[in-house]
Nanobody, 115 residues
Framework: QVQLVESGGGLVQAGGSLRLSCTAS????????MGWYRQAPGKQRELVAI???????NYGDSVKGRFTVSRDNAKNTVNLQMNSLKPEDTAVYYC?????????WGQGTQVTVSS
């Protein structure tokens, strides 16, 4: 069973930056689509950014131009660089791995942006 371990959340002021990282426990990582979703209180989980095994990216409309997803297959890691953070970015951010019928979530990391 693949496990995902996230790090990098925290509290930041509006306009600031944070970097999230997620490491997968097995090497099948390189074949999977990896990325990030988020869920704010009272809202549905939504797409933030994902990257396919071939490097194709897909971003949520609200983060385009501010967030960048990247991956390091040698380290089984996917990262999310978040710049120009806004209070509405406050949420629990979840790492996700999809490969064939496998769909795995990390435990989530809290990101709080103060105004």
């Amino acid at each position: 069973q693949v496990q995902l371990v996230e790090s990098g959340g925290g509290l930041v002021q509006a306009g600031g930056s944070l970097r999230l990282s997620c490491t997968a426990s097995k090497s099948t990582f390189s074949l999977a689509t990896m990325g990030w979703y988020r869920q704010a209180p009272g809202k549905q989980r939504e797409l933030v950014a994902i990257m396919s095994s071939g490097g194709t990216t897909n971003y949520g409309d609200s983060v385009k131009g501010r967030f960048t997803v990247s991956r390091d297959n040698a380290k089984n890691t996917v990262n999310l660089q978040m710049n120009s953070l806004k209070p509405e970015d406050t949420a629990v951010y979840y790492c996700n791995l999809k490969f064939s019928i496998i769909n795995i979530w990390g435990q989530g990391t809290q990101v709080t942006v103060s105004s």
